[in-house]
């Protein structure tokens, strides 16, 4: 029981759980700034660059792929912030026009180019693929301190590893600037903050961590931990260092309750098959959500909902 455990559930486990607090941990900044929709918006440019890279390397390696997507993912961040500040419109309206554009000519860059007749692994970028981190040599608790077995850990465990660790350092490093653009812009500009470069700054970010879960996780999860931990936080605390310490807590019991539930749920009350962990994570993510906004403390009839540093 130990030995499947380790060997089957250890590694995608540990995978969501990193990337549910760190999607969770840039969300509260992104629903401050009413950008919750970027998750989003990059999940769909994600077509493009995985067909781009396919047609330019002639390979449907992950790395490749991963990369083509992450390419796309910038230039559409550095598109919204063009059509935000050129086109003077809101973030929701630049965001919306850029990803559906991007989004568009993916598909007919897909099929000018004939590359639809290839089976390019999108639906891993959708869905994920978490079932599939299978960490073969870990037979025993020893496992973990034994350096062999832990070099055939699957390789996305490392990649989100490093990328949540990028993430920590960014947010402790830029938090004053984070902090004052989020409730202040203007004050921001104001004492040379700079709000511009620290906003392009987060979406890279915001970015950088949505293209490494793809993967494994696939943007089910990443667009729903991008919002949901951080909105339901939102509705628990007026400040935002309580707030942050709530999204991550929900992150957490999203993560590792909702990876329990796909795989063992249907089979307590009596149906032999498993459900999808991503799409279960994000569901319970969800359900918090709502929770919150039947009871949390926070919650504005009026939809005002303003919060301290």
């Known amino acids: 029981m130990m030995a499947d455990f380790l060997m089957l559930s250890l590694a995608p486990l540990v995978v969501a759980v990193i990337i549910c607090l760190t999607c969770a941990l840039l969300g509260n900044f992104l629903v401050l700034r009413r ?13 493009p ?10 390979t449907l390696a992950a ?29 929701s309206a630049a965001m919306g026009v850029a ?63 490093w990328v949540g660790l990028l993430v920590v350092i960014f947010v402790i490093v830029a938090w004053r600037p984070l902090v004052v653009g989020s409730f202040d812009p203007a004050f921001a500009a104001s004492i040379q903050a700079r709000p511009v470069l620290t906003d392009l700054a987060l979406v890279i970010m915001v970015a950088i961590a949505a293209i490494a879960a793809f993967e494994a996780v696939g943007s089910i999860i990443v667009i729903a931990m991008f919002i949901c931990p951080a909105a339901a ?17 929900f992150a957490l019991i999203a993560a590792v309750l909702g ?12 149906f032999e098959v498993s459900l999808s962990a991503a799409g279960m994570i994000a569901s319970v993510a969800g359900l918090i959500l709502l929770l919150a906004c039947l009871f949390g403390p926070h919650r504005r009839r009026d939809g005002s909902q303003p919060a301290n540093a």
């Open 99 to 161: 990803f559906t554009s991007i989004f568009a000519f993916g598909v007919l860059l897909l099929e000018w180019h004939g590359a639809s007749g290839v089976h390019l692994d999108v639906e891993h970028a959708l869905y994920g693929n978490l079932e599939s981190l299978i960490w073969f040599e870990g037979q025993h608790w020893s496992s973990l301190f034994d350096r062999e077995a832990l070099a055939d850990l699957p390789p996305q465990l490392a990649r989100v590893a």
């Open 35 to 47: 950008q919750s929709l970027i998750g989003d918006a990059i999940s769909h440019v994600a077509l």
């Open 233 to 249: 936080a939102r509705l628990m605390t007026d400040h935002l260092g309580q707030q942050i310490a709530w999204s991550q807590a």
């Open 259 to 270: 990876y329990v539930l796909a795989g063992y749920g249907p089979g307590w009350i009596g």
């Open 63 to 91: 790395s490749a792929m991963m990369f083509g997507a992450g390419v796309a993912a910038i230039v559409t961040v550095a598109l919204i912030e063009l059509i935000k500040h050129l086109g003077r419109v809101e973030s």
């Open 49 to 58: 660059g995985i067909v781009a890279s396919f047609l330019i390397t002639g």
